[in-house]
Nanobody, 119 residues
Framework: QVQLVESGGGLVQAGGSLRLSCAASGTIFSINTMGWYRQAPGKQRELVARISSGGSTNYADSVKGRFTISRDNAKNTVYLQMNSLKPEDTAVYYC?????????????WGQGTQVTVSS
C-alpha cells in the first residue's frame, strides 16, 4: 500500500519558522503533482502550495513570499518551508500526491500534521 507520512509540525511563536516534510512509500512507479493543504477549525480544507513533477509551483495568496515548496524526487519527498508564521496559519497541514501505481494515477493523502502559531 502507498502511504504518505507528514512530519515537522509543532508550536511556534508568530514570526517563527517550521519545515514540513512528507515522504511517500510503497510500490510507486512515479509521482506527478505533490502539494500541501491545510484545514483550520470550522473552515474548508484549502490549497497551500503545490509543485509539479517538472518543478512548477503554485501558492495561495496568503502564503506567497513566506512559504516555499520543494521536492526531492530521489527520496519521494515534498517539503514546505514556512517562514514568518502568523496565527492565521494555525491548522492541520495535509500532504497530497498524485501517484502512478500499476499504470494508473491515484490521489493519496497523508494523515496531517498540526501547526500552531501563537501570538
Amino acid at each position: 500500500q502507498v502511504q504518505l507520512v507528514e512530519s515537522g509540525g509543532g508550536l511556534v511563536q508568530a514570526g517563527g519558522s517550521l519545515r514540513l516534510s512528507c515522504a511517500a512509500s510503497g510500490t510507486i512507479f512515479s509521482i506527478n503533482t505533490m502539494g500541501w493543504y491545510r484545514q483550520a477549525p470550522g473552515k474548508q480544507r484549502e490549497l497551500v502550495a503545490r509543485i509539479s513533477s517538472g518543478g512548477s509551483t503554485n501558492y495561495a495568496d496568503s502564503v506567497k513570499g513566506r512559504f516555499t515548496i520543494s521536492r526531492d524526487n530521489a527520496k519521494n519527498t515534498v517539503y514546505l518551508q514556512m517562514n514568518s508564521l502568523k496565527p492565521e496559519d494555525t491548522a492541520v497541514y495535509y500532504c497530497n500526491a498524485d501517484i502512478v501505481v500499476l499504470a494508473k494515477v491515484y490521489d493519496y493523502w497523508g494523515q496531517g500534521t498540526q501547526v500552531t502559531v501563537s501570538s
